[in-house]
T-cell receptor, first 113, second 114 residues
Framework: AQKVTQAQTEISVVEKEDVTLDCVYE???????LFWYKQPPSGELVFLIR??????QNEISGRYSWNFQKSTSSFNFTITASQVVDSAVYFC??????????FGTGTSLTVIP | DTAVSQTPKYLVTQMGNDKSIKCEQN?????MYWYKQDSKKFLKIMFS???????INETVPNRFSPKSPDKAHLNLHINSLELGDSAVYFC?????????????FGPGTRLTVL
């Protein structure tokens, strides 16, 4: 069974628009970590953020922000004032005991100039 | 400096051949991994090595065999290649094998089996 769900397979926005990528996870563990990775067209996987299950404080890094809500098992990612360079596939992932690492199926974001 | 490197970047081969993909990390990490990303972009872990010992072995065909000569290297050998093996293979490493360890990925190796 999938542990991480990214319901949005493809999103297109016009440059400078804000966009939110959804991530819903499933786990019975109380200790776990959530991640976001970016995969640009060049193919490499770039680490963006890691959050632990005990820290629900929202995180902001430049134009990127993350909203972690345990009540809804969600870890959503918002890009403010999107740019063409943000075009990529974004993966949400869950890490739990035994370093089992589960990726979502990814959301392909296209930012149109 | 490249943190996690893989060679080759592209690999095209015939069905039935045996091939290897090499991975090296210079981060001083103890744990290394191999992932397979299929044509639908789905990422799935294949193997994990911690201090040269296998700690995860997801259900993959035994034609795939990871080999770790030291903790900085984790190579992937594939015997009797099949069409379904065509994918992008990513190597990754993390400091430890715990739940809090961030994984850093190599650039990927695109394997095409003809």
């Amino acid at each position: 069974a999938q542990k991480v769900t990214q319901a949005q397979t493809e999103i297109s926005v016009v440059e400078k628009e804000d966009v939110t990528l959804d991530c819903v996870y499933e786990t019975r563990d109380t200790t776990y970590y959530l991640f976001w990775y970016k995969q640009p067209p060049s193919g490499e996987l770039v680490f963006l953020i890691r959050r632990n299950s005990f820290d629900e404080q929202n995180e902001i890094s430049g134009r990127y922000s993350w909203n972690f809500q345990k009540s809804t098992s969600s870890f959503n990612f918002t890009i403010t004032a999107s740019q063409v360079v943000d075009s990529a596939v974004y993966f949400c992932a869950l890490s739990k005991k035994g370093n089992q690492f589960y990726f979502g199926t990814g959301t392909s974001l296209t930012v149109i100039p | 400096d490249t943190a996690v490197s893989q060679t080759p970047k592209y690999l095209v081969t015939q069905m039935g051949n045996d091939k290897s993909i090499k991975c090296e990390q210079n981060l001083g990490h103890d744990t290394m991994y191999w992932y397979k990303q299929d044509s639908k972009k789905f990422l799935k872990i294949m193997f994990s090595y911690n201090n040269k010992e296998l700690i995860i072995n997801e259900t993959v065909p035994n034609r795939f065999s990871p080999k770790s000569p030291d903790k900085a290297h984790l190579n992937l050998h594939i015997n009797s290649l099949e069409l379904g093996d065509s994918a992008v293979y990513f190597c990754a490493s993390s400091q430890g094998a715990g739940v809090l360890d961030t994984q850093y990925f190599g650039p990927g190796t695109r394997l095409t089996v003809l």
